[in-house]
Every structure is written in structure tokens, then in C-alpha cells.
């Protein structure tokens, strides 16, 4: 190649590439999605949010097309993949797949760059995650009735699994025991799957942990209660903690898709448009449900509202911790 | 082993157990009856500072090596770091520009600072590098390129 | 025999040799490649995997995994850059042995070392799932922390000629492991407020910074000042110097059986992972040596040992993964995504539902480790042969290169690859100061999970720091390590003794620590 004629092709092509920078911009929302959409999914390949994304991905074949890229970028409990997103360019080619208590719960106990509702609008949420109560097998307890008794004998004295405090799942579990005016020790575990083994191996007394995590335990862990207002769609013989008549705050969390704040309101609705379409098919259906948990589609205001009250819910919870912490 | 190496080796382990030390103040203390977070780092800390006073003190005993700065060389330092700024100036580059065009530049860089000059053969190197590195990564493994945030050329192309 | 009928299943399907085949390739190129772990490229296949039967996708899963971590004891012996953390141990031993010239030689060592090892693994997972599926339900915290602590005695083995700018290593490891969210408390240590260090400083950066990038700067830094760069210094090869014999090899089988059943223990514990195994297997392989003024400067027991056990991890490893669904690894933890997929509900039950995929799952793993066992020792001597054949001024900017697009490839983060760079600096400067690079890394890798172990063993215990001695696994694992820590100083205080005498004889006290 000669050296010259290098350099001249590229000048040319920065020359071009700055001409057509802000014409390009505004061609853009036109022609949405012209090319591909990266979900960004803030946790490791393989873990239960992410098997919505792929999910999404696997519907949206037959609906969109350009294609939908899964793009982990694992870390900090969600917060380095959402600040990623918040700081993308707003052409709603960037997108964020989380699951949103955890965020809110995150961003309200750590000094965060991210704020859920300042730096992203909701495109939609595309499903639901619960926490459920749960105990070993063998353990003495049968009901939730009967290990809050325990727990207000032995003051203190008894431990339980959670996949790691800032996680929605810690939070449930520390309302509820507070809501019920008990104290326990807390054993921390990093994810929601060696939580899952310590309880299954009777290490702990009893775990809050994702309900679908219960499906294929059933000789070695007894779900006892739901932190939810109504029964999951596949457990349908655990009772809620509503049913039992025990006071707990309704912390779960929805997975929802947000996109950064600037994003065109056209392109927004046009992405929300697409997910109500692709959460309706089966592909997207049947996917979710071998995963273990639920499809559960609302419109952006909906989930926006629901957010919003998760997080006065949990506010008394979480100033009690970061009081506790200071 | 020389006097050199066992000053700079105490004075760097210092110097950064000192600033850890003071960072782990900040650490919140435990609750009762947990081991907590801050004994970890505060111990840690605490036995680095331990070990550079054991270095500086050994090193006092030590006799000077007979070529006083035979643990840091002369001229190939400069070339280090300069190949250090390289490093540096591409992660920059790769934010700025996307993967492919930051890759260009800093291939026809580091070839030239690895003692290639001839133009013709340093920049097919540099294109051939790139074109390399990005099929296999970015399109055979599909690893996300990041767009530039400055210059964008994949939002370009595809209008 | 359910492995027979595993064995049926898989030979009388072409397409599942095929993938067989196509993993091993795949998984050799992948491992071989400092930083890059397979997860990216798995991950992209994963919704391909919706649409086959689950036995393909899970076989090459699998079989990825398994040459992945064979493939990278290549880049170690090679470029004294760890192609994946289980082989950090690997390069050791291997890297002496390439700057002699005899890169072929330690490749066929690092092969057959893990084809045995996996091949024992495989074994232990096919014939004792059973009783590995009760022994791992049993096993938490308290084993975890004794495994770690035994780990850590690695160190004393690399740790190099003066122990003070050893343990100097190792301190900063353990505190640049500390960076980052407490995992256990939740609190911030050592971030200073920035949010991107919140999430700890990566292995995968660290390693490619101190290995790979410290190692181009400190060749950069001899070619620039005249002196010969490592990899082409030495005289041509000859042919001997890629063959292995019998007679070479006898020394080491033993060594690589015991290994495979230090690395099938630690495999049933999920999280410990491959570089836990190699690290404990070289230091109670280093123990037992007879020649350990050898080990570290190019002995084939050394590589033997971690290679070994890393590719013994394998098998095990699937038992918790199956039975309690606990992955030890990305690629485990997309494999159960496959399960999960086709409705196959992993848990303690699957055996019963399950059994005959699970044990065709089995006999794809055998199948896979024999094409790699071939890949590798035919292979071997030619890529040798063949990297020494470029010249080290295109060489070296490629590994430049390639070191900035695998730290970002890991996790699509440019901080990683600030952090790669910052890291190399500090290798370099380590090389300088003669600090152990060996001994940072161990640390760094062992720390979090240390701590982590200990504080969750801690806060499951009603008798404090007693419950080390209810629990007889790890009592077994401290009492090996203290045994080594204690035949260690044995053998300086003979040493000593020794050396001692000779200064007597010439008049000469000078000592240094």
C-alpha cells in the first residue's frame, strides 16, 4: 500500500466521519434499530438475570431485526455495568437488564454514582424475582410460625444463609426480622448458590433465598413462607407471608430493562413496544419458566411506581443498617 | 543482592504500609462478636511496616554493591517507559476512538518502538495486527467493541 | 456399568464426536491465550444451545473446560504468562525449562501430567458420586479456610533468595486483594472513594499486568540495553530437547497420581477452583521432593504436580455443580444454564432422573481429555519449535497487543485494562527490586477467599475458633500444612547449619536475610 494514498483515504474518512457526526445523530431515530441493541446484563453469564437477557435475545430473533447482543459486565453488585449504561450515548442502542431491587437497594446503601430514577427512564419490566423463607430439610421447624417462636427463645442465638448483604434477598430477610421485632446472626455467602448448598447441608437454621431456587431441592430444603402479596406462578403450594398473617415489607425484585435518561422518548416507547411483543411470545415464555422464574410484563409507569414505593418500603430497613454502619 | 535494592524494597514497603494503615482507619469496626472487616487490612498494614523496617535495617548492614545502581539500568529505562506510556495513551485511545482505530495506532507505535522503521512494512504490520485482533476477538468471540466516545465509526458506517 | 451405556451413546453419534473434537481445538486456543477465559465465546453460544439437544452443548462445555485448562500451561511454559489462573503454578517450573530450551519436553510433561490427572478425576467422579455427592454436603467454611491455609504454604517455595522481600510480596498481594466491597460485611476498604475500585481489582488484570506486560517491559529493558532477550538465547535445540522419554518421565508419575487426588479433593469443593489445586499440589509435591534445589529452576515434577491437579479438579467439580448446584466457574455456571434450559432440574434428584445423560455427559469428559492428550503431545513440539522461530522484535509487540485486548475481553472493561497497565509497571519494578512476582500473585489469589473463609467459619461457629478441630478434613489439611511449613524450616535449618560450618572453615560471616 502506498504511504500517500494511506494517509489521503484516511483524511478523507475523518473528514466525512466529523461531517456526518451530527447529521447521523438525527438520522438515527428514524431508522431505530438499524443496527445491533447491547443489552448490557451487570452480572456474571449464567446467573438468573442473565437468562432473561438471553431470553430477550432468543425472542427477539423472530421479531427485530438487528440483532439483540447480551454483553456481562459483572461487578459491584450490579452498580459497574448500570454506571456504564448511564454514562452510554442515549441513542437506545445501550440498554440495561437488571434486576431492579437490587439495584435501588444497592444505590441506597453505598455511596453511589447511579441513581436508578435520575439516570435512566424504565423501558419496561420484563419479569419478577422473589425471596422466599426457607429452612433445611430436617430441621425442627415446620413452619414460620414455629421458627419465629425458636427465634424468640433463643434471642440472637440461631443463623441464617443470604447470598450477601446489599442484595434484595438480605434486605427481606432483615425486614422481616425486624417487622417481627427478632434478631438473628446473619452468614453472609457470596451468590445466591453456596447460600443455597450451606443451608442444604443444615449449616445454617434457615436462608432467605430466590424461590426457584427451592425447584429440584426438595429432599434437602423446605420453603416455609414468600415474601410476596400473592403465590409464585410455578411454587404454587408455598404460602406468603400476607396469607400467614406475619408482618414482613414486600421487597422482591422486578427485572426490568431502563435505558440512560436522554434516550428519545420515540425510541423508548418504540423498545417498549418490542419487549411487551417479545414477553408475550413463548420462545420468551417457556425459556423463562425452565429457569424457574416468572415473565411479568408492565409498562414503564407501572414499574416506575413500583419502584418508588419499594423504596419507601425499605427505607426504614436500610437507614437502620447504614445507621448501624456509621 | 545489593544495599540499593534493599532501601527502595524498604522505603516503597513503607511508604504503602503507611497509607494502607491509614486507610484502614476508616474501616468501620466490627460488631460484636465477628471478626469484622478492618483487622485483615490493619494487620496486613501493620506487618508491611514491620518488614520495611527489618529491609532498611538489614540494608544499613549490607555492603554497597560495587555498581551503586545495578538494580535500576540507565539508557533501556527510558524505553520502558516509554513503552509504559504507550500502554497508558491506548486505554485512552480505546475510549476515545473504539477498539479498531486505537489499535492501529498504538500497533504502528509499539512495532516502531521494538525497532521497526521502515513505513511501507510498519503500518502493513499495524493493519494486518488490527484486522487480526478484531475478527478474532470482536466478531469470531463477539466480545462488545466499545464505542468511541469521541469518534464513533461503527455508528457511521452503518448510515 | 451406567458409563458402558455412556460410552454407547456418545460413539454411535458422529455429531458428538465432531463437537468432542471442536471443543478440545477450541479450548486448547482459548486457555493457551493469557487472560482470555472461554465464558465470553460460551456465552455467545449459548442461545444456539436452545435449539440442540441438550447432550451437545453440554459435552462441549464441558470439554472446553477440561482443554482449557490444559491449554494454559502452554502460554506458561512459553511466555512465562499464566494462559489461565490454574497454571500460575505451571510456569514455575515451565519457564525455566523454555528458557533452556527445552519448551517442547515440559509441554509433553504438562500433557501427560494432565491427562492423567483428569483421567483420575473422571474416575473419582464416575465411580464415587455417591458418596462425593454426601461428602460435599458436609463440607463448609471451616474446610475451606484449612484448604486456604495449606495453599498459602506455596508461597514458602517461591518465595526466593531472601525471605524478608518475600513475605514484603507477599503483604502487598494480600493488600491489593483486600481492595474492594468486603464481601462478608458489605464495607468499603481501601477503594479511596472511587467507585470503580469498589469492585476489587481483578485477577485476570493482575495477572496479565504483572506476567505479561512486567514481562515485555523487563524484555524491552534487555533488548534496549544489548543484552540477549530470554526466549532466543539459548542455543539451537536439538531434537532430544522436545522428546520425552520413559526414563525422564518415571520420576514424575508418581508425583502426578498423588497430585490428581490432592486436585480431585479440592475439585468437590466448589470456588476453590484449579489454582487453589495447583498451588496446593506443588508445595506438598515441593515437600516430598528429592531433588528440591532443582524445584523452580526447571525441575518436571514441578510441572507434574500443579498440572496435574488443576486438570483433576475437572471431574469432582461436577458433583457439587450437579448435585447442589453450586458452579465452581463461569463455564459451570453456563452449564447449568443448559440444564436449566431444557428442564433438566439440577439438584440432589438428578442422578435418579438423569442418569443415563449424566453418565453419556461423563464419557464425552474421557473422550475429550484423550483428543487433547493427542492435540497436545503432537502439537506440542511443533508450536515450540515454531514460537521460537519468531523474532522476538514481532513477537513481544504481539503479546503487547494481545495483552491489552485480553484484559478487556474479560469483562468488556476499559478499568480493567488501566488496571493491567498500572500492574505491569508494578511487575516490572518488581523484577527491579528482586521481589517474588510468584509469591504477589499466590497471595493475591488466596486472600479474599482466606479471609472470607474464615470469618464464615467463624460466624457458623458456636465454639470460635474450636470448630478447625471438629471438623477432620480440615484438620487433615492443616496438619499437612503446618507438616510442611515445619519440614520447610527443617531444611533451612539444616542448611543454615551447614552453611554456617563452611563460613567457619573460610573465616567468612557476612550473611544476608
Known amino acids: 500500500m502506498q504511504l500517500t494514498s494511506f494517509f489521503k483515504s484516511a483524511a478523507t474518512l475523518i473528514t466525512a466521519t466529523c461531517l456526518s457526526l451530527s447529521a447521523a445523530t438525527a438520522a438515527q431515530a428514524d431508522t431505530f434499530p438499524s443496527r445491533p441493541i447491547n443489552l448490557v446484563v451487570p452480572f456474571n453469564a449464567g446467573g438468573g438475570v442473565d437468562a432473561y437477557a438471553r431470553a430477550l435475545a432468543a425472542g427477539a430473533r423472530d421479531l427485530i431485526d438487528v440483532p439483540v447482543v447480551v454483553v456481562n459486565k459483572p461487578g459491584a453488585g450490579g452498580l459497574t455495568g448500570a454506571q456504564s449504561v448511564a454514562t452510554a450515548r442515549p441513542d437506545g442502542y445501550t440498554l440495561l437488564l437488571t434486576s431492579g431491587g437490587s439495584f435501588l437497594l444497592n444505590t441506597m446503601l453505598n455511596a453511589s454514582p447511579v441513581d436508578m430514577f435520575e439516570n435512566f427512564q424504565f423501558v419496561s419490566q420484563i419479569g419478577q424475582l422473589s425471596t422466599a423463607l426457607m429452612v433445611p430439610a430436617n430441621s425442627p421447624y415446620k413452619s414460620a410460625n414455629e421458627l419465629i417462636a425458636a427465634l424468640q427463645e433463643n434471642p440472637g442465638k440461631l443463623r441464617w444463609a443470604h447470598s450477601g448483604r446489599g442484595g434484595f434477598h438480605y434486605i427481606a430477610g432483615r425486614a422481616f426480622l425486624e417487622s417481627n421485632n427478632l434478631t438473628a446472626q446473619d452468614v453472609p455467602f457470596k451468590g445466591g448458590s453456596p447460600a443455597r448448598a450451606a443451608l442444604a447441608g443444615a449449616q445454617t437454621d434457615f436462608g432467605f433465598m430466590g424461590i426457584q431456587q427451592a425447584r429440584g431441592f426438595g429432599e434437602l430444603i423446605h420453603p416455609l413462607a414468600l415474601v410476596a402479596d400473592e403465590r409464585d406462578g410455578i411454587m404454587q403450594d408455598i404460602p406468603t407471608f400476607k396469607e400467614l398473617n406475619i408482618p414482613f415489607v414486600n421487597i422482591g425484585s422486578p427485572v426490568v430493562v431502563m435505558a440512560p435518561t436522554k434516550t428519545a422518548a420515540d425510541v423508548v416507547a418504540q423498545l417498549n413496544q418490542y419487549l411487551e411483543q417479545i414477553t408475550a411470545t413463548t420462545t420468551f415464555a417457556e425459556l423463562i419458566e425452565k429457569q424457574g422464574t416468572a415473565a411479568l410484563y408492565a409498562q414503564p409507569a407501572v414499574i416506575e411506581q413500583k419502584m418508588l414505593d419499594m423504596r419507601t418500603a425499605s427505607t426504614p430497613v436500610i437507614t437502620q443498617l447504614t445507621g448501624q454502619v456509621q | 543482592m545489593s544495599r540499593g535494592s534493599y532501601c527502595w524494597t524498604g522505603i516503597l514497603a513503607g511508604v504503602i504500609g503507611l497509607i494502607a494503615l491509614w486507610a484502614s482507619t476508616g474501616i468501620p469496626d466490627p460488631v460484636a462478636g465477628e471478626i469484622g472487616a478492618k483487622l485483615f487490612p490493619q494487620a496486613v498494614s501493620a506487618a508491611l511496616i514491620l518488614i520495611s523496617t527489618l529491609l532498611l535495617w538489614n540494608a544499613r548492614r549490607l555492603p554497597a554493591s560495587d555498581a551503586p545502581r545495578d538494580w535500576m539500568p540507565q539508557s533501556s529505562t527510558l524505553h520502558v517507559l516509554l513503552l509504559a506510556t504507550l500502554g497508558l495513551t491506548y486505554v485512552g485511545l480505546i475510549e476515545a476512538l473504539g477498539y479498531a482505530l486505537a489499535t492501529l495506532i498504538a500497533s504502528t507505535a509499539v512495532f516502531l518502538l521494538f525497532g521497526h522503521r521502515r513505513p511501507q512494512r510498519l503500518l502493513l504490520m499495524a493493519v494486518l495486527a488490527t484486522a487480526a485482533y478484531y475478527l478474532c476477538f470482536f466478531v469470531g468471540l463477539g466480545v462488545y467493541d466499545p464505542p468511541g466516545s469521541v469518534l464513533d465509526i461503527r455508528a457511521l458506517l452503518s448510515n | ?513
Open chain 3, 1 to 513: 456399568m451406567d458409563i458402558l451405556v455412556g460410552f454407547a451413546t456418545v460413539l454411535s453419534d458422529p455429531w458428538i464426536l465432531v463437537a468432542i473434537a471442536l471443543a478440545s481445538i477450541v479450548g486448547v486456543v482459548i486457555g493457551a491465550t493469557p487472560g482470555l477465559t472461554a465464558a465470553a465465546a460460551i456465552a455467545m453460544l449459548l442461545p444456539v444451545t436452545y435449539h440442540v439437544p441438550p447432550l451437545y452443548a453440554l459435552a462441549f462445555l464441558y470439554v472446553i473446560g477440561k482443554s482449557g485448562r490444559f491449554g494454559g500451561s502452554i502460554a506458561a511454559i512459553l511466555f512465562n504468562t499464566p494462559g489461565t489462573s490454574a497454571s500460575a503454578a505451571t510456569q514455575l517450573d515451565g519457564y525455566p525449562l523454555a528458557v533452556q530450551g527445552k519448551a517442547g519436553k515440559a509441554l509433553k510433561v504438562a500433557t501427560v501430567s494432565s491427562v492423567i490427572g483428569d483421567t483420575i478425576g473422571d474416575l473419582i467422579l464416575i465411580f464415587g458420586v455417591a458418596y462425593v455427592a454426601q461428602l460435599a454436603l458436609k463440607l463448609g467454611p471451616p474446610e475451606y479456610f484449612a484448604i486456604y491455609a495449606m495453599a498459602f504454604v506455596v508461597i514458602g517455595s517461591v518465595i526466593g533468595k531472601s525471605m524478608l522481600k518475600g513475605l514484603a510480596s507477599c503483604l502487598l498481594g494480600i493488600l491489593v486483594a483486600l481492595i474492594g466491597l468486603d464481601s462478608v460485611s458489605g464495607y468499603a476498604r481501601f477503594t479511596f472513594d472511587s467507585f470503580q475500585l469498589m469492585n476489587g481489582i481483578g485477577l485476570v488484570p493482575v495477572m496479565i499486568g504483572i506476567f505479561v506486560l512486567g514481562e515485555v517491559f523487563a524484555q524491552m529493558d534487555s533488548m534496549k540495553s544489548g543484552q540477549d532477550t530470554v526466549l532466543h538465547s539459548t542455543a539451537p535445540q536439538s531434537a532430544e530437547d522436545s522428546q520425552l522419554s520413559w526414563m525422564e518421565y518415571r520420576p514424575c508419575l508418581p508425583v502426578a497420581i498423588r497430585s490428581a487426588f490432592t486436585g480431585g479433593l479440592i475439585g468437590m469443593l466448589p470456588g476453590l477452583g484449579s489454582a487453589v489445586a495447583a498451588f496446593v499440589a506443588y508445595a506438598t509435591e515441593f515437600r516430598r521432593a528429592r531433588n528440591p534445589e532443582q524445584w523452580g529452576k526447571g525441575a518436571l515434577e514441578g510441572i507434574a504436580a500443579p498440572e496435574s491437579a488443576n486438570n483433576a479438579v475437572s471431574g469432582p467439580s461436577m458433583v457439587p455443580l450437579l448435585t447442589l448446584g453450586v458452579p465452581g466457574s463461569t463455564i459451570g455456571a453456563i452449564l447449568m444454564g443448559v440444564f436449566l434450559i431444557h428442564g433438566i432440574e439440577i439438584g440432589p434428584t438428578l442422578f435418579l432422573t438423569s442418569r443415563e445423560l449424566i453418565f453419556s455427559l461423563f464419557a464425552t469428559g474421557l473422550l475429550g481429555i484423550f483428543c487433547y492428550g493427542l492435540i497436545g503431545y503432537f502439537g506440542s513440539g511443533f508450536v515450540g519449535r515454531l514460537i521460537m522461530r519468531v523474532p522476538p522484535n514481532i513477537i513481544y509487540p504481539m503479546i503487547f497487543l494481545t495483552a491489552f485486548v485480553a484484559a478487556y475481553a474479560n469483562r468488556s472493561s476499559l478499568f480493567d485494562v488501566l488496571v493491567m497497565c498500572v500492574f505491569g509497571l508494578v511487575g516490572y519494578v518488581m523484577r527491579k527490586l528482586e521481589l517474588s512476582t510468584a509469591a504477589f500473585v499466590i497471595a493475591f489469589v488466596l486472600a479474599r477467599g482466606a479471609e472470607e473463609s474464615l470469618r464464615q467459619a467463624l460466624l457458623l461457629s458456636d465454639s470460635g475458633a474450636l470448630v478447625f478441630f471438629e471438623r477432620p478434613v480440615a484438620l487433615l489439611f492443616f496438619a499437612l500444612g503446618l507438616g510442611s511449613v515445619g519440614y520447610r524450616m527443617y531444611g533451612l535449618y539444616r542448611d543454615k547449619r551447614k552453611a554456617a560450618a563452611l563460613h567457619k572453615t573460610t573465616g567468612n560471616a557476612g550473611e544476608s536475610c
